[in-house]
């Protein structure tokens, strides 16, 4: 996910101070992800290197600044909304890793891996609906979407474990018949 392209949503409602910027965009997530105040205003500095947002008037109180959206800013953010998503699903996720490793050094921690990662993951799935069901309970339909599509992928992520786990035992199967 891209804090960049929040900023600029938040931004193109209203202009902000960058620490209503990070309020807002916590807020906007559910807490689900929160970002520090050091990403925050780096990425404003870089907006505004970048002619996609500008100060809003001169500094306030406390020293702060706020910044609007720029027509460039403006934009950039309808082309990159209009897109859809085009990144491969990521592959450098650590349990891809172990997987590859495990399964090329016959140590016994491959079984071990696919024993305990769906644990992991019922535990992720049952993480996730609280927030959701808090999320539904809001009102706040555009998070209800935001956890669903987390539950999925763990769902998915959990079946993933499931395939591999049938594929090893098939392998072996094999490997035994063959001798």
Partial sequence: MSLKFGILGLLAEQPLHG????????????????????????????????GLIEADGERGDRRKLAYRLTQPGRQTLQEWLSQPESEPQQLREEIYMKLLLSTRLTNGSLDQLLG???????????????????????????????????????????KWTEVCAEEIRSSHAKGVEAT
Avoid: C
Avoid at 28 to 49: A, D, H, I, K, P
């Fill in 116 to 158: 305990a990662q769906p644990r992991v993951y019922l535990q992720r799935l049952k993480d996730l609906a609280e927030p959701e069901q808090g999320a539904r309970r809001a009102g706040r339909d555009d998070l209800v979407l935001l956890f669903k599509g987390a539950i999925l992928h763990t769902e998915a992520d959990l």
């Fill in 19 to 50: 620490y209503d910027v990070k309020n807002r965009f916590d807020s906007l997530l559910g807490g689900s992800w929160e970002v520090n105040f050091g990403q925050v205003y780096m990425t404003l500095q870089r907006l505004e290197r970048d």
